[in-house]
């Protein structure tokens, strides 16, 4: 008798809550974050039942916080590519939960999420309305907090039907293009009993992955082979290894410019040739083809301007991103297809028929700038703290790059290092909070990264206003409770920069500009945040000096790795920065 058929023949029926982790395991999800409530006792029974009799299910981890447990959901997806499930309560956890799945949305990350839904019924039923909060969660439109972020919603009506809406939710979120789903879960439905003879079936529903079109990569090789100056502009990570490495090759290659303007993930290292760096001007003015690949905002119209000349392609899974209302950069090609796909089929299509001269690859190359002034720039950042004594963003982004040279580590940045100063150079090695500006996000993403790879260095590194955001609490906690050994780097300036210099960028000759404290951004009195995370074990230090910077950030990474503790570094950083 096979495992599958010794299971479903333990019990021919059992709470449909109880279905719940059982067939997302059976749909290849490892973990499930969960904050639970009222709406809970079928799924908590449920799980009970299983354990006694020895049925296998998706690990359920507790979060006391539904921001962090999506949080955590999207830093394990990034890291392991594996599909993630969330599940919450009713009306209220949904909506704490709210700027995770639009974060998810907004970066095509692929969740499973629901929770629960107050019971219908006031009496009569088992399930029905036991405490006043049943009264108070029930909404006429529940789903309507998450509509505009998901791919899809439902509600399980009966309790037969919860299988197949598992499968049909899984697919939904893992296909092209991918993102967020949301499943709704009514008390009175999932205590009903449900046969289990499907519990272990087969999935009902095939992935849908899109390629491109072989047609219009041939035209657009065609335009390659005709270009003097391509200019490659990519703000997410590649779908995989073997893809970066690919594109990597490619550009390099073929003498192709490549910028990353505002990435949120790695597509092209930062020490390969052709990496211009993240400044996109001087090459966009140039540039008689413009490659857009899954990049939501390639450039700024208000201050970035291009040839009319140059030809523009907009490729990635949803290469118009019709999730956006407005986004008018223009197209003149437009190849739908994951991200993979799309660079293996250009990188075929470019060496068998091998056009592009080598004389007119290296006037390309020639071009290239990018290296140079990165590596100019690294230096005086640095140099200039040491001879002001005075740590700023770019400064510490340098030192952390330098450090992290020798080690293999993920960085989940939000507003935090800059790019081009830290340097990375393989896939999965960076990540920046989603242009969805959801804040509270590196934290809990990096300790869902660390789940994915306990082996590996994860380090997120945050302004102090995003890390009060991330509550904080709730993230060293979770630290703890699970063994999570990251790297926490707080750039405590005592304000919320980005609206500051928002302000200042808008009206630099305005009233606010005068005044010494621009009004809504200052976070003073600003905590001690060494005092938070130690309050869950974690090892802290306050910098505030240059000269011990990198013994501090080698002695926190020390910590994680051979203590296995969590680790938080606050570094005071100038405001004016």
Not at 48 to 62: Q, V
Not at 154 to 170: G, K, M, N, S, T
Not at 458 to 481: K, R, W
């Amino acid at each position: 008798m096979s495992e599958n058929e010794d299971h479903n023949s333990a019990s021919s029926q059992s709470i449909a809550g109880g279905l719940i982790l059982p067939r997302l395991k059976v749909l290849g999800i490892k973990h499930v974050y969960v904050n639970s409530g009222t709406d809970f006792p079928p799924i908590i029974e449920g799980l009970a039942e299983a354990t006694f009799k020895g049925i296998p299910f998706s690990e359920p981890i507790l979060v006391p916080h539904e921001h962090v447990a999506m949080g955590m959901a999207y830093g394990n997806y990034k890291v392991s590519r594996s599909p993630q499930a969330v599940i919450l309560h009713t009306n209220v956890g949904l909506a704490n939960a709210t700027t995770g799945i639009i974060n998810a949305a907004c970066e095509n990350v692929p969740i499973i999420v629901m929770s629960g839904r107050t019971p219908v019924t006031e009496v009569g039923r088992f399930g029905s309305r036991t405490v006043p909060i049943g009264w108070g969660q029930e909404m006429y439109d529940q789903a309507s907090l998450i509509r505009e972020a998901c791919k899809w919603e439902y509600e399980v009506r009966f309790p037969e039907q919860l299988i197949e809406l598992l499968d049909r939710a899984y697919v939904m979120a893992n296909s092209t293009p991918k993102g967020p789903v949301y499943l709704s879960l009514p008390r009175e439905v999932i205590s009903m009993k449900v046969d289990t003879h499907k519990l272990f079936s087969k999935p009902g529903f095939a992935i849908f992955e899109s390629t491109p079109d072989v047609d219009k990569i041939e035209l657009l090789c065609d335009w390659l082979e005709q270009s003097s100056s391509p200019l490659l502009i990519t703000q997410r990570d590649c779908d995989d290894e073997s893809s970066f490495r690919q594109l990597n090759t490619l550009i390099d290659k073929y003498g192709i410019a490549a910028c990353t303007w505002w990435a949120t993930g790695l597509t092209v290292s930062t020490e390969n040739p052709c990496h211009i760096g993240s400044n996109p001007q001087p090459y966009l003015e140039n540039a008689d083809l413009i490659l857009v690949l899954n990049s939501p905002a390639p450039w700024q119209p208000s201050i970035h301007k291009i040839s009319n000349k140059a030809k523009v392609v907009n490729l990635g899974p949803d290469p118009l991103f019709s999730r956006f209302p407005i986004r008018n950069f223009g197209s003149d090609l437009t190849i739908s297809g994951e991200v993979s796909a799309i660079i293996k089929e250009l990188s075929t299509q470019l060496e068998q028929r091998n056009k592009i001269p080598a004389d007119k690859i290296q006037k390309r190359k020639n071009t290239f700038t990018g290296q140079d002034k990165k590596r100019s720039d690294r230096t005086k950042v640095i140099e200039k703290s040491i001879k002001s004594g005075i740590m700023t963003k770019q400064a510490v982004s340098s030192v952390l790059g330098q450090i992290l040279h020798d080690f293999d580590s993920t960085v989940f940045s939000e507003l935090g290092a800059d790019l081009d100063l830290l340097g990375r150079t393989s896939h999965g090695s960076w990540f920046q909070e989603p242009y969805s500006g959801g804040l509270g996000w590196s934290f809990p993403s990096a300790l869902g990264a660390k789940m994915a790879n306990p082996e590996k260095l994860i380090i997120a590194i945050m302004g102090d206003g995003s890390y009060l955001f991330a509550n904080p609490t709730v993230c060293h906690q979770v630290a703890e409770a699970l063994r999570l050994p990251i790297l926490v780097v707080v750039l405590n300036n005592r304000e919320w920069g980005a609206v500051k210099h928002s302000v200042l960028n808008m009206f630099p000759d305005g009233f606010a500009s005068r005044m010494n404290n621009v009004p809504l951004t200052s976070l003073e009195p600003s905590p001690d945040f060494c005092k938070v995370a130690s309050a869950s074990n974690a090892w802290s230090q306050r910098v505030d000096v240059f000269s011990e910077l990198k013994d501090v950030l080698l002695k926190g990474i020390e910590v994680t790795m051979n203590e296995q503790r969590a680790a938080l570094i606050e570094v005071i950083v100038t405001s004016t920065q």
